[in-house]
């Protein structure tokens, strides 16, 4: 079955610094999408992507969030100067045309320190 | 908006019996159901899903959900519960809308099975 895979898994970083979180999307997607996991909490939406655009964004999703897609198959999440709450898993996504099912990939653990 | 309510934030179940994780949801329009698990220190996996046609919907290690449109339910249950099966659970909605779909997540659910 095809899958949203995300990389790292895992990254540590101190506060301050910028991090991308990337992603390849399922290749026929259309799609693309970030969520947040705080440890112990829900999962929340951040922002969603459809023709080299931002179609939605959360509350969540201020200035310090970019997003992008530089070459036709990876989807990246940028913070632009981390902070202690910016520690999360963070969730990439993808769907396609028929929409009917949201694929989501492993996260990626995210620690600010 | 729609948005999703999960009653149970801990359900603790001895193995062998059955368990029901509830879940509720609101919506203004026709919607998608998911139950995703998550296990500990891993990623969201899709355990089952609605989205048209029969209301009991069944994932392969033998979980079932009823999707019941009147009590705007969807509550996950097993009749027979593993060790392997403890994990949390992520009830979901997603509204209809072309290949877009913005899911919103309940607040989980841990299932601590007992052995």
């Known amino acids: 079955e095809p899958e949203v895979t995300q990389t790292p898994s895992h990254q540590v970083t101190q506060m301050g610094q910028e991090v991308i979180l990337r992603c390849v999307p399922i290749?026929?997607?259309?799609?693309f999408y970030w969520y947040r996991q705080i440890l112990g909490q829900k999962v929340e939406f951040l922002v969603s992507?459809?023709?080299?655009?931002?179609?939605?964004k959360s509350e969540i999703f201020d200035d310090q969030f970019s997003v992008e897609r530089p070459d036709g198959s990876n989807f990246t999440l940028k913070i632009r100067s981390t902070k202690l709450e910016d520690s999360a898993m963070y969730f990439c996504?993808?769907?396609?045309?028929?929409?009917?099912?949201?694929?989501f990939g492993e996260g990626s653990w995210l620690t600010v320190v | 908006a729609q948005s999703v309510t999960q009653l149970d934030s801990q359900v603790p179940v001895f193995e062998e019996a059955p368990v029901e994780l509830r879940c509720n949801y609101s919506?203004?329009?026709?919607?998608?159901l998911f139950w995703y698990v998550q296990y500990p220190n891993q990623g969201l996996q899709l355990l089952l899903k609605?989205?048209?046609?029969?209301?009991l919907v069944e994932s392969i290690n033998g979980f079932e959900a009823e999707f019941n449109k009147s009590q705007t339910s969807f509550h996950l249950r097993k009749p027979s519960v593993h060790i392997s099966d403890t994990a949390e659970y992520f009830c979901?909605?997603?509204?209809?809308?072309?290949?877009?779909?913005?899911?919103?997540f309940g607040i989980g659910t841990k299932l601590q099975v007992i052995p």
């Open positions: 996504a993808s769907t396609g045309t028929e929409g009917n099912t949201i694929y």
């Open positions: 290749s026929n997607h259309l799609y």
């Open positions: 992507f459809y023709n080299n655009e931002i179609s939605e």
């Open positions: 919506s203004s329009v026709s919607v998608y």
């Open positions: 609605y989205l048209s046609g029969s209301t």
């Open positions: 979901a909605v997603s509204e209809r809308s072309g290949g877009y779909q913005k899911v919103t």
